[in-house]
C-alpha cells in the first residue's frame, strides 16, 4: 500500500515518538550562492511540526536545538517556491552546504543516520520508482473517476509493500547497528503488521539500537500486535454514536462482528465502503453485523458520510481523529483497517477487503 503523502490506497499516520532526554543539535549551514535571507527548519516529531527560522549573513546559518532521536525535517526560503532541502535531523553536530542554485541540491556531512539514509535509497531505488509509476497511474484513474483501474492497483499496492518489506528486513540484516534500519521499520511496519513480521527484525537490531527511542517505539508495536493478536480477545470499545449516545462493541457479542476503522476524510475508505455495505447486506441475517470506528474530527462531515455511502450499522467515534482511542489499543496507524471477531468478541481475521471479506464471512456463516 502506499503511504499517506504518496500512498493512495490507504490513509496513514506515522507518529515518531521518543522517551528518552532530549540531546543537542547543531546544524552549521552555508550557501555559496545566498548571502542573505531567512532559512526556515522545519522538524516532524510525534505527529507535529516544529519550525525555527535564523538570518542568512554572508551565506551562513547556524541552527541550535533539541532531539531526542532523529526526525525528518526540511530546510525552506520564502522566496524558493517549491524548493526545499529534506534531510534527518538527529543529535550532534551537522555541516549542511551547497552552491545556493537550489536548496534540493544541498548535502549533509557529519551525520550517520543521513549517510545511511543514502544506502538505504539506493536499495530501495527500483520500488520507489515503480511506487511513484502506479501513483501516476492512480491519479490520472482519480481525475477519470474510472474505480475499475483504481481496484485494481490495490494488489499493486499490496505487492510494493512486501518488496519494499523485503528490503527492509534485508537493510536491517545487513545493518544492525543503523539507527535509519530501525526508523525504516517503524516506517514500513506501523500498519497491516503482526508480530511475526516485526520482532525477527527488531531481535536483529543491535542492542543500543533496541534501547534507543526508535527501538523502544518498534518493541511497543510489537506488544500491541500481539496484545490484538488473532486468536486474542478483542478489547473493548466505548465512544459515541452519531446522536451522542454511548455504544461499546462488548454489547454486541453473540454476533460475528466486523470493527471497521474508518473516516470520511479517507478516500480509500469511502472506496472501501460499497464492499462492507454489499457484505452486510449479504450477511447480516445469518449473525453479522458491523461496528463503525470513524478517525473524523468534524461531527456534521461524520454523519453525512453515513447517511451517503449508506452505512446503516452501528457507528462510534470519539471525533478526536488519528488520537482516536483505538489507535493505541489496536495499532491502527491506517485506514480503512478492521478486524473481525466471533460470538465470543475473539479476534479471527484482519484487515480482510473486498472479496477476502466475502469470503471469510462465507467459511464462517454459512
Known amino acids: 500500500m502506499k503511504q499517506f503523502f504518496s500512498l493512495l490506497a490507504i490513509c496513514v499516520f506515522l507518529n515518531y515518538s521518543s522517551d528518552a532526554q532530549d540531546s543537542s543539535y547543531v546544524i552549521n549551514g552555508f550557501l555559496e550562492k545566498i548571502r542573505s535571507g531567512t532559512m526556515y527548519l522545519n522538524i516532524y516529531e510525534s505527529g507535529k511540526t516544529f519550525k525555527d527560522s535564523i538570518a542568512v549573513n554572508d551565506g551562513k546559518f547556524q541552527f541550535i536545538g533539541f532531539v531526542a532521536s532523529p526526525y525528518f525535517a526540511t530546510l525552506t526560503m520564502p522566496e524558493r517556491h517549491n524548493d526545499y532541502f529534506t534531510f534527518y535531523i538527529e543529535p550532534g553536530t551537522m555541516e549542511i552546504s551547497g552552491r545556493g542554485d537550489s536548496l534540493k541540491l544541498m548535502s549533509v556531512k557529519g551525520s550517520l543516520v543521513n549517510s545511511d539514509d543514502k544506502l538505504y535509497k539506493a536499495r530501495m531505488k527500483q520500488v520507489t520508482q515503480w511506487e511513484e509509476n502506479d501513483s501516476k497511474i492512480y491519479e490520472q484513474a482519480y481525475k477519470d473517476k474510472n474505480r475499475h483501474v483504481m481496484d485494481s492497483l490495490d494488489e499493486v499496492d499490496n505487492e510494493i509493500l512486501a ?62 500486535y500481539a496484545k490484538v493478536a488473532i486468536g486474542k480477545p478483542a478489547p473493548d470499545i466505548t465512544q459515541y454514536t452519531p446522536d451522542s449516545s454511548q455504544l461499546s462493541l462488548s454489547s454486541l457479542k453473540g454476533k460475528y462482528v466486523l470493527i471497521d476503522f474508518w473516516a470520511s476524510w479517507c478516500g480509500p475508505c469511502r472506496r472501501e465502503n460499497p464492499n462492507v455495505v454489499a457484505a452486510y447486506k449479504q450477511f447480516k441475517d445469518k449473525g453479522f453485523t458491523v461496528f463503525g470506528v470513524s478517525y473524523d474530527t468534524k461531527k456534521d462531515r461524520w454523519k453525512k458520510a453515513i447517511s451517503d455511502d449508506h452505512l446503516d450499522w452501528n457507528q462510534v467515534s470519539d471525533l478526536q481523529g488519528w488520537q482516536n482511542s483505538t489507535s493505541g489499543e489496536y495499532g491502527i496507524k491506517a485506514i480503512p483497517s478492521n478486524v473481525l471477531v466471533d460470538k465470543n468478541g475473539v479476534i479471527i481475521a484482519k484487515n480482510i477487503f473486498g472479496d477476502k471479506l466475502t469470503d471469510k464471512l462465507k467459511e464462517v456463516l454459512n
Open 163 to 224: 518488496a519494499k518489506r523485503q528490503i527492509v528486513a534485508a537493510f536491517v540484516k545487513d545493518y544492525p547497528k543503523s539507527m535509519r534500519g530501525a526508523m525504516a521499520i517503524v516506517e514500513n511496519y506501523s500498519y497491516y503488521a503482526e508480530v511475526s513480521d516485526v520482532e525477527p527484525l527488531y531481535n536483529e537490531l543491535d542492542p543500543f539500537i533496541q534501547n534507543s527511542p526508535k527501538g523502544k517505539e518498534i518493541k511497543k508495536m510489537i506488544d500491541t
